[in-house]
């Protein structure tokens, strides 16, 4: 074999050589972006435990099957209090009237209400609207009841049909609220319709349920 021809081989195998070089440096140096990021289709929540507090993507659940324990008393969160105040000035100058009528409850607190509840209106009814001690969302300091000083005959059927109920249902997202327990959904809530009951999740999962017309255990196939 000639030396031309040896000089020409030996000179393939080194450009090839670089060249598997540089496709390794260049795995290894990989970037990944925002176009390059598989996003995957039909993921399941995260939902695990903590201090036998539930959460779901990093959202305390609480409703008739999941409880919080007596000792969980994080107090009133202030972000949410602070947007609900931001509600109510804007629903203020609309000229609506809408006041908070209940916040943070600890367990205790909670004892005392359903009690009161079922001297006024009996066990039967106050299940479907006022929760057990430790299942109630008044303990995480994230919802917030609110109504009206207008005259109503009965609070519980008839706020609904007020401009200050409707307004909410439109709005609340806006402010990072949902309607906790919507009309008709209370097969998945345990609860009926409570247009008067805010929890706060934040802006944009409020806005992606309200837009659904849903509720967090049907959003995150908690009752499966």
Not at 123 to 149: N, R
Request: glycine share 6%.
């Amino acid at each position: 074999m000639s030396k031309k021809v040896m000089l020409f081989l030996f000179t393939l195998v080194c450009l090839c050589l670089i060249v598997i070089f540089i496709m390794i440096l260049s795995a290894n140096n990989f970037k990944p972006t925002n176009d390059n990021i598989g996003k995957p289709k039909n993921a399941l929540p995260l939902k695990y435990e903590n201090n036998g507090v539930t959460y779901v993507n990093g959202h305390v659940i609480v409703n008739k099957q999941l409880a919080l324990p007596a000792k969980y008393k994080p107090g009133e969160n202030k972000i949410a209090k602070k947007q609900l105040n931001k509600l109510l000035k804007q629903a203020e100058k609309r000229n609506l009237d809408l006041t908070m009528t209940s916040g943070y409850r600890n367990f205790e607190n909670q004892e005392k209400v359903v009690d009161t509840f079922v001297e006024k209106d009996g066990k039967q009814k106050t299940t479907k609207y006022a929760a057990k001690p430790g299942h109630s969302e008044h303990q995480t300091g994230l919802a917030f009841d609110v109504g009206t000083s207008q005259p109503l005959n009965d609070f519980h059927t008839d706020f609904e049909k007020t401009k200050e109920a409707q307004w909410l249902a439109k709005h609340a997202a806006n402010y990072g609220f949902i309607i906790r327990y919507p009309k008709n959904q209370s097969k998945q809530t345990g609860y009926a319709y409570e247009p008067w009951h805010l929890r706060y999740i934040g802006p944009q999962l409020a806005k992606t349920i309200n837009e659904k017309n849903t509720n967090l255990e049907s959003y995150y196939h908690l009752n499966k």
